[in-house]
């Protein structure tokens, strides 16, 4: 598996601490040049400084993936660097608790705005290129959620940006396949990272913020090294989903029955 991907180019945003950070660590251990970009430039060179001492090669872009001219600078630094990108990882993103009906508009740019904007500007800046490589390895990997795959009370704002993404990404792999390039969406389920760390909250009186979270209980933790080891075999795979979590699978069922049901009661 390494040997297949040896010297080839990784570019991961978020990629400076979390599921995005073990993603960059696991695409070195295989052998690939990282780019890390991380909206915390700090972030993203100690990333980069560790998989340099461990023996890899790595670049650090402080990147507001928000931003199209970021993004923009982000792929000419990537190509400047090695030459080609083998692998994009559209990771970074933010959360928001409480109920869908009382978030404030705030709330929802801030949130879409590396959410979703985030996603949409990276697919648009490296798709091109992508295509322009022509041959070889070139695969995207765009990080939704299991929030992406069936809805969660007092995750509303977050649930509705990784619908879009998972929308984004069935679309652009059917878009792609002619070119030969690879589209994964990424749904993992609960993972101990440091999006909570910014992590915005609307409370109703009276209530906490996210009262409903044991609807996740079912579901045991793993850790951002699993889910980036998912990640690397899903890339290899081509898969287009890929999951972290297999009981997941209870309540995805629970919710397309529902659509299936719902389906059969039309005239």
Known sequence: MA????????????????????????????????????????????????????????VAVACDVGDAKAVEALADRAYEAFGAVNVVCNNAGVVQFGPVAIAPQDDWEWLF?????????VIRTFTPRLKAQGSGLRHMV????????FAVPGLGVYTASKYAVVGISETLRDELKKDGIGVSVLCPG????RIGENARTTTEPGKGAFEDAGQFNFLESRTVEQVAACVRAGVLANRLYIFSHKPG???AERRFNEILADFDAAP
């Open 3 to 58: 040997t297949e991907l040896k010297g080839l180019t990784a570019v991961v945003t978020g990629g400076g601490a979390g599921i995005g950070q073990a993603m960059c660590r696991n695409w070195a251990d295989a052998g690939m040049n990282v780019v890390v970009a991380d909206l915390e430039g700090t972030r993203a060179e100690e990333t980069a400084k560790a998989i340099e001492a461990a023996g890899g090669r790595a």
């Open 113 to 121: 705005k590396p959410n979703l904007w985030g996603v949409v500007n």
């Open 142 to 149: 765009n990080t939704a959620s299991l929030s992406g795959i």
């Open 190 to 193: 609960p993972t101990p990272s």
């Open 249 to 251: 699978r209870i309540a």
